[in-house]
C-alpha cells in the first residue's frame, strides 16, 4: 500500500458517495480542505498521510465498513 494509493481510494470512496473529496471531508466534520491535493506533501516534498482519524471520520459519516474503504486500494500480490 503506497502514499498514492490511499489517496486515490479516498478520492474513488468519496466519488461512490456522490461526493467531491472536499463534500466527503465536509460531511465528515472535517475542513473541506483536509483531502485537498496541495495538502498531500508537505513544502519539503515528504509525503503526508492521512490521519487514521480522518479515515475513521469518512467511515463513520457514510455508514461505510473498513473493508468497504479498504476495496479501493489495490492489493499486491506477493510471491512468498
Same mark, same amino acid.
Given at each position: 500500500m503506497t502514499h498514492e494509493?490511499?489517496? $486515490?481510494?479516498?478520492?474513488? /470512496?468519496?466519488?461512490?458517495? @456522490?461526493?467531491?473529496?472536499?463534500? +466527503?471531508?465536509?460531511?465528515?466534520? +472535517?475542513?473541506?480542505? #483536509? /483531502? @485537498? !491535493?496541495?495538502?498531500?506533501? $508537505? !513544502?519539503?516534498? =515528504?509525503?503526508?498521510?492521512?490521519? #487514521? @482519524? $480522518?479515515?475513521?471520520?469518512? +467511515? $463513520?459519516?457514510?455508514?461505510?465498513? +473498513?473493508?468497504?474503504?479498504?476495496? /479501493?486500494?489495490?492489493? =499486491? @500480490?506477493?510471491?512468498?
Open positions: 494509493d490511499v489517496w $486515490s481510494a479516498i478520492e474513488k /470512496f468519496a466519488i461512490e458517495h @456522490n461526493m467531491s473529496c472536499s463534500g +466527503l471531508a465536509k460531511c465528515s466534520g +472535517l475542513d473541506p480542505t #483536509t /483531502f @485537498n !491535493k496541495s495538502k498531500r506533501w $508537505s !513544502k519539503e516534498g =515528504q509525503p503526508r498521510w492521512p490521519s #487514521t @482519524n $480522518s479515515i475513521s471520520k469518512i +467511515l $463513520s459519516s457514510t455508514g461505510a465498513s +473498513l473493508e468497504d474503504f479498504t476495496k /479501493f486500494i489495490p492489493s =499486491q @500480490n506477493v510471491d512468498r
